[in-house]
Nanobody, 121 residues
Framework: QVQLVESGGGLVQAGGSLKLSCVAS????????MRWYRQAPGKERELVAV???????NYADPVKGRFTISRDNARNKVYLQMNSLKPEDTGVYYC???????????????WGQGTQVTVSL
């Protein structure tokens, strides 16, 4: 099977920074792309950033210019550097990967368990 494990969440004051990490482990043949989502209390889960295998990335409008997604393909890791944090960035951040478990299998979607990010005033 495949596991995604996030780390790096915590409590930070507005204007501060945090760096989230996620590592994918298990039976992995190739990773198509990796994403970060977040879910604020009472709201739906939303896409924050995505990065594909060649390093191209895209961001949700609320985080553009403040967040940076990066990837270590050799270690199946993805990072999210979050700067100039705002209270509205508070939520549970989830790592997501679309990957193949072997050469013949179609791409599948996997999720981490989430890590809490809280930004205080």
């Amino acid at each position: 099977q495949v596991q995604l494990v996030e780390s790096g969440g915590g409590l930070v004051q507005a204007g501060g920074s945090l760096k989230l990490s996620c590592v994918a482990s298990g039976s992995i043949f190739s990773v198509n792309f990796m994403r970060w989502y977040r879910q604020a209390p009472g709201k739906e889960r939303e896409l924050v950033a995505v990065i594909i295998s060649d390093g191209q990335s895209n961001y949700a409008d609320p985080v553009k210019g403040r967040f940076t997604i990066s990837r270590d393909n050799a270690r199946n890791k993805v990072y999210l550097q979050m700067n100039s944090l705002k209270p509205e960035d508070t939520g549970v951040y989830y790592c997501n990967a679309v990957l193949r478990m072997d050469r013949l299998s179609p791409p599948r979607n996997f999720w981490g368990q989430g890590t809490q990010v809280t930004v205080s005033l």
